[in-house]
């Protein structure tokens, strides 16, 4: 017999019988012509089979215990088939989960580690640029949010300069506030500077920095720059260093720093006290053609200077003399354009051009730590950084989980369900 | 012929003590649940087994099984004694399923109950009668005829137990009734 799998409206006639059967099984009168009915129901009532007494005592006691022995009703004729307790499952599980977190802290470990403990994450592009190739790299990173603003009470102090070499005692005067360490100390974690290879190349090199502060902390952080600036012997070409205690508080800076410690000037930039790198940009131009086209038309113009000087000794007439003495004029403005190319070149190249700006931002910068100092904010610092690591390792276990889950759920489902229908055959076949 | 159907009673059950309140108020329902169901679970599985051994084994698993798993119970699923009576019939089936790998077994003769006659001899030939339509009925027959006369399930909780509508329940119970009576009628 198919057993019906969908609903549909009862017959009354068999509603009515079914109702006379509930009625003679409750010790209620029902219709005459349900007496047969009635008294086979009664007939299948006593068919009843009854309970063992002694199995009634064994099944008592069992539940007085609440199974407190592990037993599993031995089916008789059958090795008793070994369960796998809950407790299994429940291992299995927090085993799982611990695979799936220690695979998690390798995984987020490793990201971190590649990233050079940096928060900065980078993109760089090459394009070319003329005759020359440009290499240019933006890095920017995030920072939290979470601390008030200081307060606006502080005066506007404002200070501009033109071009000065080294962090002179005029800037000091003129940013009240003083320096608050050496910013060298912390170049050790500041982000990393691209350097592109230089061997045998002219690399003309430039760089941006967007540097964020507390408002109340321009002054300090504008000093920090001007003395990392001196100790790589750079060049403020221009600065102009605004605060007033709320969030127009500015400065910027145009420097010019030796090539060869643009890396090191960019490190200490990056990790000054007090500020956050909001934004950072490396970019580098090769203009090794450039710069050989100039000396190969310098020594064009001198090689022709000489000629015509040896011309104007062997010439005999006015006009001669005349028409050379133009000439090697001409050659030797040549030669002086040619020459002052090639010192701005040479320039460009030993010094690189630093564009810095200094905003006021209402977040906490991160201090960095004097000699390894501990406090509050490097123990607010340190608990973000567990928080998002947690973070991160809680949603690669979640993703490395899932499919696991669905495909444990799909097994259990196919196997709840081949197991439903293997039970059904038998009781057909029964 | 006024016999009423047999019902559990009359099980005591020693209680153990400090325990939880969530565990005592659970212990509390399955402890009235076994109380009130143990009985008609055996003759449910005994009838549908035709094995009172066996009925015994798979009664004692049953109730284990619902022990364990009485926190899982969701009343909005259904009834308890309709949850109890699934999983004694998984059991159950779980043991056709079992007696069908082992041959040894498939034959095992069945213990026919003697008809007295202190009902007078009509009556003891009508359940003859009975017991050979019921002998002759397919197992899924016989198990509504379990579940309805033996375990003493309502149409709703029959049709709970074996995962149809209450109406066709019904008019499976119907079908089943109507071939016992003919069977009866024409061994009469």
Known sequence: MRLLDHDEPIDPEIAASLDAIDA?????????QYAELAELALLLTAERPPVPPAFVQTMDKRVSRRFATPHVAAVPGQPRRRRLSTGFWEAAGALSAGVALIVGIVIVAGTLHSNGSSDASSTASVASAGSGEALSTTSASAEP????SAGASAPAVTASHGSARSPSSAFKSAASVPSTSSAAAA??????????????????????LQLGAPPNRIDDVA??????????????ENSTVTQTGGPDGSADFQL???????????????????????SRTDASTDITDTYGAAQRALADARALRTSLLKQLANAVTTEQVDSLNAQIHDAEASISSDEATLARLNHEVGFS?????????????PVAPKSGGFGIGRAAHDAGRVLTVAAGVALIAIAGLTPVALVAALLW???????????????DSA | MDHAPGRSEGVTVTMNASVAPTETSSWDRFESLYRSSRDDVYAYVCTLLRDPGAAEDVTALAFERAYRRRRTFDRRRGEERAWLFGIARNAALDELRRRRRVATLVSEPTDVEPVGDEDGPEVALRRTAVQAAMASLPPREREIVALKFHAGLSNAELARVLGVSESNAGTLLYRTMEKLRKACNATA
């Open chain 1, 24 to 32: 003679v099984l409750a010790g209620e009168p029902v219709d005459a």
């Open chain 1, 145 to 148: 949010t979470t601390r008030a």
């Open chain 1, 187 to 208: 170049s050790s974690s500041g982000a990393q500077t691209l350097q592109p290879p230089t061997t045998g190349r002219k690399v003309v090199q430039s760089a941006q």
């Open chain 1, 223 to 236: 000093q920090q720059v001007y003395d990392v600036i001196g100790s790589v012997n750079g060049i403020v």
């Open chain 1, 256 to 278: 010019s720093v030796p090539s060869a410690s643009l890396g090191q000037a960019m490190s200490q930039l990056s990790s000054l006290n007090y500020a956050s790198v909001l």
């Open chain 1, 353 to 365: 051009q630093l564009s810095l700006q200094i905003s006021a931002r209402n977040a906490p910068a």
């Open chain 1, 413 to 427: 489902w196919v196997g709840a369900a081949v197991r439903r229908r293997r039970r059904e055959q038998a009781l």
